[in-house]
């Protein structure tokens, strides 16, 4: 199967010192801003709307959303006004800063040579700029998207999460349509990029120019990168982990938030319509989502945690695509209730200990089970519906 390769940008793929970088930064938009805020006081709020980013795990926010709820409003800056100053900016001065960057050849030509594999290639960048910027920074590293390609290169628009969260990880995987392949993450940072990466089972590479020859993880500069690569994707053993509460959490709000950014730009009259008609349109996938979090899940795990009761029975919720006439419901109303159910479910899962994940479950087709195989199959189950997401846009578009 295919590998999917996870590249971090700044001091990976693009030398970038932050030090000097930030504070260059921090003047350059203090200034497009002074007309309207004081730039000491734009910067004190815009540290702390970052904070607000890094720390969000609301799946129905996007960290652009979760960045101007409080900035704007702080500042009494009008968001719209502002914004058409932001990407001016972007757009001009924000080049200014480029000099301070330089191009890794060595990083150039790995990704050249995974892409020219046929291998996924997706820029993981701590999403908390714009995409605008993002792909600044890439054309300063001399990897252009126009010639590379990137499927995905992660920015606040598009993403909920950011790094250190593991779900940041799994939200990428989720976009990607949940590859089942060998995924493979390459950075400088080991809180950012290297240890929630790991979490969820991906393996890792530490790109680090004077390897410590104990530590017990792959490393090396990236020229040393590729014969590592070699021999990690020949791994036919591949599987994320769904092992523990952390990171069963991240999936359960990425498969969500993966699909609101999927559909963001899904014309509404394309959500009804099926690639066959023996197939499901996004909104029954939507509707059925909703229904199997609402009536299946959430009853399913308050009998089990709240009541105590040790058997559960089998519910064919496949046929109520057509008993509950998904084509004919309000998809707004049905994203929202979906959205809702999927909310108290992870209000539910987080409550659950450690020592409950393997409290024994009686099922009626599948026989004794433990609460984490059940968390497993919901996890699994998302990324099916995911995927069958990805392949309705595909064939619609």
């Given at each position: 199967m295919k590998p999917t390769i996870l590249i971090d940008m700044d001091d990976t793929l693009l030398s970038n010192p932050f030090d000097i970088f930030m504070p260059a930064y921090f003047k350059l938009l203090g200034a497009a801003l002074a007309d309207r805020i004081d730039p000491k006081v734009m910067l004190t709020q815009l540290l702390k709307s970052t904070e607000d980013m890094i720390h969000n795990d609301d799946f129905r926010v996007t960290l652009e959303d979760k960045f101007a709820e409080h900035f704007f409003p702080a500042l009494n800056l009008?968001?719209?006004?502002?914004?058409?100053?932001?990407?001016?900016?972007?757009?001009?001065?924000?080049?200014?800063?480029?000099?301070?960057?330089?191009?890794?050849?060595?990083?150039?030509?790995?990704?050249?040579?995974?892409?020219?594999?046929g291998y996924t290639v997706a820029v993981a960048t701590n999403p908390l700029f714009p995409r605008t910027a993002m792909l600044s920074r890439l054309r300063w590293g001399e990897l252009p998207l126009s010639v590379y390609a990137f499927p995905i290169v992660t920015a606040y628009e598009s993403f909920h999460f950011a790094k250190p969260n593991p779900a940041y990880y799994a939200e990428i995987l989720a976009?990607?349509?949940?590859?089942?392949?060998?995924?493979?993450?390459?950075?400088?940072?080991?809180?950012?990029?290297?240890?929630?990466?790991?979490?969820?089972?991906?393996?890792?590479?530490?790109?680090?120019?004077?390897?410590?020859?104990?530590?017990?993880?792959?490393?090396?500069?990236l020229s040393e990168c590729l014969p590592w690569l070699d021999s990690a994707v020949k791994d036919n053993h591949f599987s994320l982990n769904y092992n523990d509460l952390p990171s069963i959490l991240a999936y359960l709000r990425a498969s969500p938030a993966a699909i609101q950014t999927l559909l963001s730009t899904c014309?509404?009259?394309?959500?009804?319509?099926?690639?066959?008609?023996?197939?499901w349109s996004i909104q029954e996938v939507i509707c059925h989502l909703r229904d199997v979090d609402g009536d299946v899940n959430l009853p399913r795990f308050t009998a089990i945690l709240q009541q105590g009761k040790s058997f559960i029975p089998a519910?064919?919720?496949?046929?109520?695509?057509?008993?509950?006439?998904?084509?004919?419901?309000?998809?707004?109303?049905?994203?929202?209730?979906?959205?809702?159910?999927?909310?108290?479910?992870?209000?539910?899962?987080?409550?659950?200990?450690?020592?409950?994940?393997?409290?024994?479950?009686n099922h009626s087709v599948f026989g004794p089970t433990t609460v984490a195989e059940l968390l497993k199959f919901i996890v699994i189950h998302d990324q099916n519906h995911v995927r069958q997401v990805k392949a309705n846009l595909a064939a619609l578009s």
């Open positions: 009008d968001r719209d006004d502002t914004l058409t100053v932001l990407d001016a900016f972007y757009a001009s001065e924000f080049e200014k800063l480029r000099p301070i960057t330089a191009p890794r050849p060595e990083a150039i030509a790995l990704v050249r040579t995974c892409q020219q594999r976009q990607l349509g949940w590859p089942e392949g060998p995924v493979l993450m390459i950075g400088n940072s080991l809180s950012d990029d290297i240890f929630p990466a790991a979490s969820l089972g991906i393996k890792t590479y530490y790109l680090n120019n004077t390897p410590e020859k104990e530590a017990p993880l792959a490393q090396g500069t014309p509404e009259m394309l959500l009804n319509q099926r690639p066959q008609e023996n197939e519910i064919d919720t496949d046929a109520w695509a057509t008993e509950r006439d998904y084509r004919s419901q309000s998809y707004p109303h049905a994203w929202q209730e979906y959205l809702s159910n999927r909310k108290q479910l992870i209000d539910l899962v987080v409550t659950i200990q450690p020592a409950d994940l393997q409290k024994s479950v």
